[in-house]
């Protein structure tokens, strides 16, 4: 296990302008700026360092798993994620962060840790926020749109949240917790989605909804949920 941080990483971490911190492959972390450790509730990156995300005051925990999760896949396929992550952190501060997982490779190319960095865009409710997350995501000619309304097949608050996580790899009980709802009641949602979208299955939603630019349709109500939610991959 990994117990320390080079130089190199260290150097890389202190010179970032945003939140960075960087995880050995036993999701230990090994070193922060003081931005991330403020932001999950330690005042000092030195008392973030031996913690896991399970260990991180802040109510953003309740995630852990996820995030663990979403480490675990950089670091298992060697590549880069991009997530768009929305948590009540330390004092119960609300946050919307735009978040970038990058492997992290040792000279004989080697997975060795994980690096994570983050840009804060909570104040971004306006129409600046879509050529954030298109510059962020690489998706440059489509962009992302916020939007209160449902699409051009107006679908409902619920709709849009059950299909932009749905899109997203969330299974319909991932769904149901994210949303506070029953199970059987997002099947419902997904039922009345697949009736709108004229499909039978779900992987012909998937298909349709992508063809029809659902993927880049942020509905603005899941800014008031927490999610951590991969953008690209």
Known sequence: ME???????????????????????????????PAFSTLVGLPRPHDLIGRTVFDIPCDAVAYAEEFDEQDRQVMTSGRDLRVLNIHPFAD???????CTKRPWFDDDKKVVGMM????????????TISTQLAKFTGHVQSGYILSEDGGILSLSRRESEVLFLILRGKTSKRVANALKLSY??????????????GVRSKAE????????????????SAFSKQLSIV???
Do not use: C
Request: net charge negative.
């Open 92 to 98: 119960g501060q609300w946050g919307v962060y735009l």
């Open 116 to 127: 994570g960095e983050a840009v804060d865009i909570t104040d971004a409710y306006t129409m």
């Open 3 to 33: 117990t320390s941080v080079d130089s190199i990483q260290a150097a890389y971490i202190d010179k970032h302008q945003g939140l960075a911190a960087y995880k050995d492959t036993q999701g230990i972390f090994r070193y922060a700026n």
């Open 205 to 220: 939603l998937i298909e349709e909804a992508i063809a029809r630019g659902y993927m880049n349709h942020i509905p603005l």
């Open 231 to 233: 953008l690209a991959a």
């Open 184 to 197: 059987h009641t997002v099947e419902q949602y997904m039922e009345s989605i697949k009736l709108k979208f």
